[in-house]
């Protein structure tokens, strides 16, 4: 006898690293609303909604996909010292703490945090050993 395969209606969005998604499943439909991280868009804005019916099977107006960055919160290690950054979410910006080991004319600088500003700039200015930006090609801002 035949084995009936259950098909999965209107599919959740597989896990995506610049967007967080919530969905709301009804009789009928489920709706999600998907947000972009900090520094990340759309083209038309920074929060998609987007309805499957369960009858179509479809996601309205277009399926799940990543957000295009507009902003470049990465640094890079250019002299001795050490970074550990995390990455910006929908409710934070992206932070780095930064410590610089003494390097030719330039002192020690001790471990400090650095954060990301919504417009790309850090709150204060990055020491010596590490130099903003990945080189990434960046989308301009939706507004």
Same mark, same amino acid.
């Given at each position: 006898?035949?084995?009936?395969?259950?098909?999965e209606l209107c #599919?959740?969005p597989?896990?995506l690293?610049t #967007?967080d998604v *919530?969905?709301?499943t009804?009789v009928?439909?489920?709706?999600?609303?998907?947000? /972009?991280?900090f520094?990340?868009t759309?083209?038309?804005?920074?929060?998609?909604?987007?309805t !499957?019916?369960?009858?179509?099977? $479809? %996601?309205?107006?277009?399926?799940?996909?990543? /957000?295009?960055?507009? *902003?470049?919160?990465?640094?890079?290690?250019?002299?001795?010292g050490?970074?550990?950054?995390y990455?910006?979410?929908? &409710?934070s910006s992206?932070? !780095?703490y $930064?410590?610089?080991?003494?390097?030719?004319?330039?002192?020690?600088?001790? &471990?400090?945090?650095?954060? /990301?500003?919504?417009?790309?700039? %850090?709150?204060?200015?990055l020491?010596f /050993? $590490?130099?903003? +930006?990945s +080189?990434?090609?960046i989308v301009?801002?939706?507004?």
């Open positions: 006898m035949p084995r009936r395969v259950k098909r #599919a959740y597989r896990n690293r #967007a *919530v969905c709301k009804t009928n439909a489920v709706n999600c609303t998907q947000v /972009c991280i520094g990340h759309f083209k038309e804005g920074v929060t998609r909604t987007m !499957c019916s369960k009858k179509e099977n $479809v %996601w309205h107006p277009f399926g799940f996909e990543e /957000c295009d960055p507009f *902003v470049d919160c990465s640094v890079s290690l250019i002299s001795p050490s970074v550990d950054c990455t910006g979410t929908t &409710r992206p932070m !780095c $930064v410590s610089c080991q003494s390097y030719e004319d330039q002192k020690a600088i001790p &471990r400090r945090t650095y954060e /990301c500003q919504l417009n790309g700039i %850090w709150n204060r200015p020491p /050993c $590490v130099t903003s +930006g +080189g990434n090609t301009s801002q939706s507004q």
